[in-house]
């Protein structure tokens, strides 16, 4: 087994073949490199933060961090990384679909994350696993829109200058059971402006609905 794929030559293999163990497969886990990782991962993310929002206050950052390392974010990298394919699991593990779980992904990529760093060194580690966050960063939103949804913020904002609270409405409905679309209207009756969102979700569509009508008043 080698660590070509994930962008690292392992010196010692070994270390990444303990990355990949899950505890149900061998006395010699990934636990207790999980345990450096999620460190390793905290700190990575957290300086790219602090470099990228100089202006940004404490709590800003700690969310943005949040979001980006929280499991489900981890378990997504991880199958960027496939790495569901190459964890070894225990008969129990692989018969209930282990390799598709998020806790055992996340898990599993905050080991490997740690046993780049243990072959060596922190600065090749954060030059290997820095690119891997560069899209989650990306999208993120400014911020000081950073832990409140879009509806909330609109709220806030027409809150703060006594204007009228918008209206929501559902415009369609339309798909199969599993694979429902909804459209949502969001509306500020006195001002006339109007813009919808599309989910999968009635919810989602109105704070996609919301997230337009801030984005037409420029806030």
Not at 148 to 174: F, N
Not at 199 to 205: L, W
Request: hydrophobic share 45%; net charge negative.
């Amino acid at each position: 087994m080698t660590g070509q794929s994930f962008g690292h030559a392992f010196r010692d293999p070994a270390l990444l073949q303990r990355a990949l163990t899950h505890r149900s497969a061998a006395p010699a886990h990934n636990e207790r490199l999980e345990f450096l990782g999620d460190a390793l991962v905290g700190a990575i993310v957290a300086e790219a933060l602090y470099t990228r929002w100089p202006r940004a206050v404490e709590g800003e950052l700690t969310r943005a961090r949040a979001e980006l390392v929280r499991e489900s974010s981890l378990a997504a990298l991880a199958r960027r990384l496939d790495l569901g394919t190459r964890i070894v699991l225990g008969p129990g593990e692989m018969k209930s679909g282990g390799h598709r779980r998020d806790s055992i992904l996340a898990d599993a990529f905050e080991a490997l994350v740690a046993a780049i760093y243990l072959d060596a060194g922190f600065e090749t580690c954060r030059a290997v696993v820095l690119p891997w966050f560069a899209e989650a960063i990306d999208a993120l939103p400014p911020p000081h829109k950073l832990g409140k949804d879009a509806k909330t913020r609109l709220q806030e904002w027409l809150q703060a200058r006594q204007w009228p609270l918008p209206v929501y409405s559902l415009l369609s409905e339309s798909g199969e059971e599993h694979a429902k679309v909804f459209v949502a209207e969001c509306t500020l009756v006195d001002r006339d402006l109007r813009r919808q969102g599309e989910a999968g979700s009635r919810r989602a569509a109105e704070q996609l609905a919301a997230e337009a009508v801030l984005d037409a008043l420029g806030a």
